[in-house]
Structures are given as C-alpha cells and as structure tokens.
C-alpha cells in the first residue's frame, strides 16, 4: 500500500438523477451522457497515478463498475450530508493508514493528473491543499489527517464554500496551498464552455 490516497466521490448513474442542474436545461437523457462522458475523463487521468484510490458511491456499490476498475477499492458514502459523508471518507482512510488523502468529485472536465500529482506534493510541506472552483466551491481538497471542522456549518453549492473553508483552516492554524483555478461543469452554460474551447467529440 502506497501511503497516499484518493478518494473519488461518484453519484450512481441513476437517469433522472445525475446533473440535475444540467438536466434542467437540456433533458435527462443528455446529462446522463454528459455525466458518463466526466466520470470516464476522471477515470481516464487516475490512471496516470500511482496512489491508491478508492471510489465512494453515493448509493450502492454496482456490480459493473468492480469489472471496470480492478485497482480500485469501492466504498458507498455514509452520512446525511455532504460535510458529513466527506469527513467520514477521511477519517476512513487515516484510519487504516494512510498519511495523505486527497478528495474529488466527477464534474472537473479541466483536471488533468498533474493537478492531482500537484496536490500530492503541496501536502509535503502543507496540512491542507485546495483545488479552488471557479463558481466559489472547490474540485480538490487534500489534508495529511482528518479536520471534520474544516465540513462542518458549509452551506454546500454555494459561491460560499471556497471562502468559508479557508477561514476554517485558519482557525484551525492549518498552512493550506491552493493549486489553480478550474471550472466544474454543473449547468449547460457550463458544458458549452468547456466544448467550445476543447475539442473533444460528444454524441
């Protein structure tokens, strides 16, 4: 075991209920495949590192995606919110061993694996890691143990999320890096952006 993890967080491909804000403007059926398109990206790059990584599903654990991911271990998210569910990730993997934990999501079209391996080193000679969103939240945080304070009282989807943690961070005297700026995708302005300025084929 390698002593740094990464931790995926991944909604089950359920239709109807997989970018929901996206599906409010383009239908269910196309955000279904605009999901499946940011989870393979995520994916894709997570092959490039060499860490352990474990995949936290929102609901179940699919048969299918053990198939699809061999080097991955497969948790199912547990808590009754979103601060919650992350914090007990954490706590999971400092718990059988681990000295740096790094957290993601699947609606980063931008991340590359540089920025993961960016963040793996800024933990060297930090206690905290961001990945600062471009609408005020965050499609990285990375710590070298568990802070439940740093999820705690965070009005999650917010343009307030960002700020409001590294306030906690500093409360908490923690020296925190923050890696470059990204976009997440959540509505369909958003996945026009992104399509616009890369060339990538979506049918």
């Not at 990584?53 to 808590?79: A, H, M, T």
């Not at 993961?116 to 939240?137: I, Q, T, Y």
Request: charged share 25%; hydrophobic share 40%; aromatic share 10%.
């Amino acid at each position: 075991m390698s002593r740094s993890g990464l931790i995926v967080f991944q909604k089950n491909a359920t239709l109807g209920k997989v970018k929901t804000r996206l599906a409010a403007t383009v239908g269910d059926q196309e955000a279904m495949k605009i999901y499946q398109w940011l989870t393979s990206h995520t994916h894709r790059i997570l092959g490039e590192l060499e860490v352990d990584k474990f995949l936290f599903f929102s609901d179940y654990i699919p048969e299918l995606e053990i198939k699809n991911f061999p080097n991955y271990r497969f948790e199912v998210q547990v808590g009754t919110d979103l601060g919650q569910r992350m914090s007990q990730a954490f706590s999971r993997l400092f718990e059988i061993g681990f000295e740096k934990v790094i957290i993601i999501g699947t609606d980063c079209a931008e991340l590359t694996s540089q920025d993961l391996k960016n963040a793996f080193s800024m933990l060297d000679s930090h206690d905290l890691v961001l990945g600062p969103a471009k609408d005020g939240g965050y499609y990285l945080l990375g710590t070298r143990r568990n802070y439940p304070e740093l999820f705690r009282e965070i009005p999650w989807s917010t343009e307030k999320v960002l700020e409001l943690t590294r306030i906690k961070a500093n409360e908490l005297n923690l020296k925190h890096g923050l890696l470059n700026a990204l976009s997440d995708i959540d509505t369909a302005e958003d996945w026009q952006n992104f399509i616009t300025k890369n060339p990538i084929i979506h049918e």
